[in-house]
């Protein structure tokens, strides 16, 4: 056999092992699991954050950037950024 055909069946064997170690582990099952931890916990970090900026009154400088930002919503942008 030439090193050529043990080259291809080596890396045909790795790309094998791979799809079914990945099918196995449900990897993207574990990702979509962490994307969700991820985003949920970014609520109280921004709240947090926002309560923290509040104190210093960077809230009067965060208004316009966030009302222009959320101008898409119509007029509950302007309820959102005042409340």
Do not use: H
């Not at 799809?19 to 969700?36: C, F, H, I, N, P």
């Not at 709240?47 to 119509?74: D, I, T």
Request: proline letters at 4%; aromatic letters at 8%.
């Amino acid at each position: 056999m030439s090193s050529l055909a043990r080259s291809k069946a080596a890396v045909v064997q790795v790309v094998t092992l791979g799809v079914e170690k990945y099918q196995a582990d449900q990897v993207s099952l574990r990702a979509m699991g962490l994307t969700y931890t991820t985003l949920l916990s970014f609520v109280p970090f921004l709240a947090v954050a926002f309560s923290v900026l509040k104190a210093f009154g960077v809230q009067n400088q965060l208004g316009p950037v966030l009302a222009r930002m959320l101008e898409p919503l119509g007029a509950e942008a302007m309820e959102i950024t005042s409340g």
